[in-house]
């Protein structure tokens, strides 16, 4: 396929801007890009999609969810309008706990049932790569059957899915006060068994005083390691436990959340090419003042991508453009830095480089918008202005 006429943001320096241009693919690849005016004779006689001005970026990365999960949180919503805290909900065994409970009582095939409905509105804010966390099982079996139904997204939905093992996101009643045996006895067990399975491409935890310190989770790092799978963590919500400097430590991939990231944190992640993931859907559902160091991330060069966390409670957001909008006015990112985090900066936090921007050789995985310059996509609140999405080099609406 050839689309001609195109205002095209190949995220590769900034934006990348080029007005009318074209796009050659070949199979599920970029072939070529550039200026309509310099497309080689060999490129002219595929069969060809004038998009008629319209603005064309990589497909978008969601590189941060929990899609996969059973059951809702409203009444906790309630409560917290109430003057609950979202650590007393999940301290008087709500929160978390709840949809751990409705997640061990569905089946796989209900639990991706459940997860394809928040795909298709993740899709429709042109979404063509999620990453999909485990997390509400916190037993072997209901985290694998978490995993497996991640699994197969794909199956039923022109979508690429990552998926991320989050075991140690909440210590189950079971493991009350005793994280460092469920990390030994259900995290690293579920780790090796979903690894074996090749269910894992990356290894999260929930670094925080209601759920794992740096301490306890040493042991599950350094298994991922040895099993040569890349961490992530959720560090700095709700405060600073050193967990973004943890996780520069093991190399990891992104530190997420972040709202309490000291100097230091800064300071390590910047030295290891971390990723800063921003989610200001969290933020904005909890009524969070701190504001994550945005001007600090961006002085000392550390990427930032820019997730929406879709999760049942803290952040029951399935829209990334509505994500990028929120980074912009709630936490002063540019629009180009916002797009930047979820195409190019979102393919590194998930350690891909076949995408995240239009370049030659890379996935063939685009967004065709009703827009005119880049900036509209985080500039409109809860509008869905995409035309169309292309993944893996076929129009798939
Ligand atoms: N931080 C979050 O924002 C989500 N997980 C986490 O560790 C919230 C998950 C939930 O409340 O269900
Ligand atoms: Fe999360």
Known sequence: MLLTHATLATMTAGYGLIRDAAVALDGDRIAWTGPMADLPAEHSGQTTLNVQ????????????????????????FEMRLQGASYEEIARSGGGILST??????????????????????????GVTTVEVKSGYGLTVEDELKMLRAARRIPDRKPINVLTTH?????????????????????????????????????????????AF???DLAPLFAEARALGLPVKLHAEQLSDQGGAAFAARHGALSADHLEYLSPEGIAAMAATGTVAVILPGAFYTLRETQLPPIAALRA?????????????????????????????????????????GTTAHAARALGLKDRGRIAPSLRADLCIWDADHPAELSYRIGATPLHARIFGGLLVA
């Not at 001005?53 to 906790?76: F, K, M, N, Q, S």
């Not at 999760?311 to 990334?320: D, E, K, Q, R």
């Open 166 to 210: 989050l075991a140690a996101h909440a210590i189950p009643p079971e493991y009350k006060g005793k994280p460092k045996a469920y990390i030994s006895e259900v995290a690293i067990p579920s780790l090796r068994t979903g690894q074996a399975e090749g269910l894992i491409d990356a290894v999260d935890a929930f670094c925080e005083t209601i």
């Open 100 to 125: 751990v409970t409705a997640t061990r009582a569905a089946s796989e095939a209900e639990l991706l049932a459940f997860a394809l409905t928040r795909i298709d509105q993740l899709m429709a804010s």
């Open 300 to 340: 000392a060069g550390v990427p930032m991508a820019v997730a929406t966390d879709l999760n049942p409670g803290s952040s029951p957001l399935a829209s990334l453009t509505l994500a990028m909008n929120m980074a912009c006015t709630l936490f002063r990112l540019t629009p180009e830095e916002a797009l930047l």
């Open 53 to 76: 001005g319209r603005l064309i970026t990589p497909g978008l990365i969601d590189c941060h969810t929990h899609a996969v999960h059973a059951g809702h949180r409203a009444a906790e």
């Open 213 to 215: 310190s740096t301490e």
